[in-house]
């Protein structure tokens, strides 16, 4: 069983930066593939980005590509996602994933576990 829990996200400006974290129990976190996913209101939940379990191999929505970066710290047991770029169609509920895949799959049935969410808010 893992658990994760969100932080960092927010209400920033268009073009401003966050960074979210994901925390996980656990001690085989290092063993899972971790992803981002979104849900903005009355939108389905989509992939953002994924790491693989060994941070070799990482995975991006197009529309994310070069503004987000995903990163994994094994150690502590935490993936990030620095935004960067941030535009008010970033805004959503953004949350967390570990799967036990071993590559950064995009979709969201590849993953085992959830977090509760976070939620960023972007103004133009």
């Known amino acids: 069983q893992v658990q994760l829990v969100e932080s960092g996200g927010g209400l920033v400006q268009a073009g401003d930066s966050l960074r979210l974290s994901c925390a996980a129990s656990g001690r085989t976190f290092s063993s899972y593939a971790m992803g981002w996913f979104r849900q903005a209101p009355g939108k389905e939940r989509e992939f953002v980005a994924a790491i693989s379990w060994g941070a070799g191999l990482t995975n991006y929505a197009s529309s994310v590509k070069g503004r987000f970066t995903i990163s994994r710290d094994n150690a502590k047991n935490t993936v990030y996602l620095q935004m960067n770029t941030l535009k008010p169609e970033d805004t959503a509920v953004y949350y967390c994933?570990?799967?036990?895949?071993?590559?950064?799959?995009?979709?969201?049935?590849?993953?085992?576990?959830w977090g509760q969410g976070t939620q960023v808010t972007v103004s133009s």
């Open positions: 994933a570990a799967g036990k895949q071993a590559g950064p799959r995009t979709l969201a049935g590849s993953y085992d576990y």
